[in-house]
């Protein structure tokens, strides 16, 4: 039972434009959710993290949305550029859980020059 | 800066033989986990730690076993590798919310 879903394995932007990514979840136990970036070869590095009491969260380039009651959140990247290319995972995480992360699939995100 | 290192980045290993994963930690933190990440899959559980000698399974545990010893330090057996164990995996050390991970170490079982 995928308790966080990627339903996109991949998505190809042009440079410039903005890059949305998504991510469905079940659990409304849920109270965090993050957004990790991985490059080939590497360990996911965190990218930026929201609240569920929240709606939004940004951090420079990078926003997240939350919606609660569709049970669904988006990482928007604006302006995308090529360094931007790699796989992006969003996890979820409840406070009875002991600081376990749920991972979705992940969606491969290339931004092309 | 969190620092997690993982005690090698590339493994060959034959089928049946034992397997040691070494992950070491520098921020003190107390929960520490394992994950493998698999195409298509994403990143799943195997193994997590609250503290020195305490562990729990995570989702999927079969095949594995692990330590903790020491708070910084977090290890992966596997007791007989087999080919299906083929796959990177991935420790990681848990901050206030977010985690932190090694660079990974991509295991090929032949």
């Known amino acids: 039972d995928q308790q966080v879903k990627q339903n996109s394995p991949s998505l190809s932007v042009q440079e410039g434009r903005i890059s949305i990514l998504n991510c469905d979840y079940t659990?409304?136990?849920?109270?965090?959710f993050l957004w990790y970036k991985k490059y080939p070869a590497e360990g996911p590095t965190f990218l930026i993290s929201i609240s569920s009491i929240k709606d939004k969260n940004e951090d420079g380039r990078f926003t997240v949305f939350l919606n609660k009651s569709a049970k669904h959140l988006s990482l928007h990247i604006v302006p995308s550029q090529p360094g931007d290319s790699a796989v992006y995972f969003c996890a979820a995480s409840a406070d009875n859980q002991g600081g376990k992360l749920i991972f979705g699939q992940g969606t491969e995100l290339s931004v092309k020059p | 800066d969190v620092k997690v290192t993982q005690s090698s980045r590339y493994l060959v290993k034959r089928t049946g033989e034992k397997v040691f994963l070494e992950c070491v930690q520098d921020m003190d933190h107390e929960n520490m986990f394992w994950y493998r990440q698999d195409p298509g899959l994403g990143l799943r559980l195997i193994y997590f730690?609250?503290?020195?000698?305490?562990?729990e399974k995570g989702d999927i545990p079969e095949g594995y076993s692990v330590s903790r010893e020491k708070k910084e330090r977090f290890s992966l057996i596997l007791e007989s590798a087999s080919t299906n164990q083929t796959s990177m995996y991935l420790c990681?050390?848990?901050?206030?919310?977010?985690?932190?991970f090694g660079p990974g170490t991509r295991l090929t079982v032949t």
């Open positions: 659990n409304s136990m849920f109270d965090y």
């Open positions: 730690s609250y503290d020195v000698k305490m562990k």
């Open positions: 990681a050390s848990k901050g206030r919310i977010e985690q932190y």
